[in-house]
């Protein structure tokens, strides 16, 4: 698609029109081609009324497969976090979708998926299902925390702004639909922040 630059949070952003915009991300070792014990995502997005009218399903991250994987997306105005690891010789975990209602249509929103499955060095399995493993933070503050594990290879590719390739909803479907709205500040990183350094991430722009 074409995803145009404007203005974000802090200086410019991301555009996205819904349709075909997105941001796509290479496979990479650093991202999805290995074992993940912990990651955390992190975006300022915003979008208006118009955008969350009707039955839209927008897509702000998604990273993976059917197989495994995590995303972000509005679900009419409703913010959903998730995360999956269904595979056989992994936790087999079923997945996670945190929810809240809070996200503020026509104003920025600070959203944080942290997944933390770390290894437990007292068992032999380096899948274990854990609870708090998964948690979501929207502006700062903690709306949820559920199961979750380590992550295995989940070669799906990455995108931003829309779908690229398959993932999951929290009701089993797999159609959603591009983001209209802007989005800043878009950061992966390699481990799991604790609630503190989300909101220290959240201040970061200003």
Known sequence: GSPEWGPGIAGGGLLFQGGTDALHLSNSDETN????????VSVWVKVDDESVSGDRRQVIYDEGEASRGLNMY????????????????????????????QF???EWNHVTLVQDGSVDSSTDSAYRLSDGALRGYL??????SGNGSRLGEHSGRI???NINGVTRFHDETRQGEGLIGAMDEIKIFDHALTEIQVQNLMLMPF
């Open 139 to 144: 502006n700062g503050q903690a709306f949820g």
């Open 104 to 106: 503020l249509v026509g």
């Open 33 to 40: 081609l290995g074992g993940y014990d912990q990651r955390t």
């Open 159 to 161: 995108g931003v702004g």
């Open 74 to 101: 509005l679900d009419n105005e409703q913010l959903y976090v998730g995360g999956w690891n269904r595979s056989d010789d992994d936790s087999q975990w079923d997945g996670t979708w945190l929810t809240t209602d």
